[in-house]
């Protein structure tokens, strides 16, 4: 079945947390050209309290739920810029999923819901080189693939590919939000590393729904 179940947005997320491990590297290296070298940690830290927060016993009764026990932890948790932010996007979603599993039209608007959490605090438009650039292609094509016909599982993997196009783009833009900003036209040539966890969070759902 085509919909988004308990069992597997906790895949998902425990999906997105091994892939957070397996590329703190990558993002503590994009995070040391244009930031302070602290999102691979940032990221690391939150997603393995994550996975303990929502993995094994943790027992939730709606998608939303689970959602939002995961935005809790990455705010209690992170704390750099991409704690809050993502922790509100997680937490966004949720309150649009109270039910025990959610089909392609209701992530469609659990997604939009998270990209606004994120425009909402962090005041970022597209092109402003930040994890907006790879959050709002994915979410515009996610909607686009359900309004034309497409289930849950095609529409992740569209969201997904966009994502990560997205990200890519981030590499010739000079950074208007966050630390990367300060340096200017410095910023310019590295790719933006939210952008790219935020690739890797999509990377995963896609590749959990193929499961
Ligand atoms: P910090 O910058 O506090 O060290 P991280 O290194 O964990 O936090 O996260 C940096 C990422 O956060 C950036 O690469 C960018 O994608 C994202 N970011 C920073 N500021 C904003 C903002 N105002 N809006 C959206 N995303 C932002
Ligand atoms: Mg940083
Ligand atoms: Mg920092």
């Given amino acids: 079945v085509d919909t988004l179940d308990i069992e597997t947005t906790r895949a998902w997320i425990l999906a997105t947390a091994a892939a957070v491990d397996s590329h703190r590297d990558v993002l503590t290296e994009l995070d040391a050209a244009i930031g302070d070298a602290d999102h691979g940690a940032n990221m690391h830290r939150g997603f393995t309290a994550v996975a303990a927060a929502v993995g094994g016993d943790y027992a939730p009764e709606t998608v939303g739920q689970l959602l939002g026990k995961v935005g809790m932890t990455l705010i209690s948790?992170?704390?750099?810029?991409?704690g809050p932010l993502y922790g509100s996007a997680f937490r966004a979603a949720g309150r649009q999923l109270a039910?025990?599993?959610?089909?392609g039209d209701q992530f469609a608007l659990a997604l939009r819901a998270a990209l606004d959490a994120v425009r909402a605090l962090g005041a970022a438009a597209a092109g402003d080189k930040t994890m907006v650039?790879?959050?709002m292609p994915a979410v515009t094509t996610f909607d686009e693939a359900v309004t034309s016909g497409a289930g849950l599982r095609a529409a992740a993997r569209a969201a997904?590919?966009?994502a990560d196009a997205g990200a890519r783009a981030t590499t010739p833009l000079q950074a208007r939000k966050g630390r990367a900003s300060y340096l200017g036209?410095?910023?310019i040539g590295h790719q933006d590393p939210g952008a790219t966890s935020t690739a890797l969070i999509f990377a995963a759902l896609a590749d959990t729904l193929d499961g």
């Fill in 133 to 135: 650039d790879a959050l």
């Fill in 160 to 162: 997904a590919t966009a």
């Fill in 77 to 82: 948790s992170v704390g750099g810029a991409s």
């Fill in 185 to 187: 036209e410095r910023s």
């Fill in 99 to 103: 039910t025990p599993e959610a089909d």
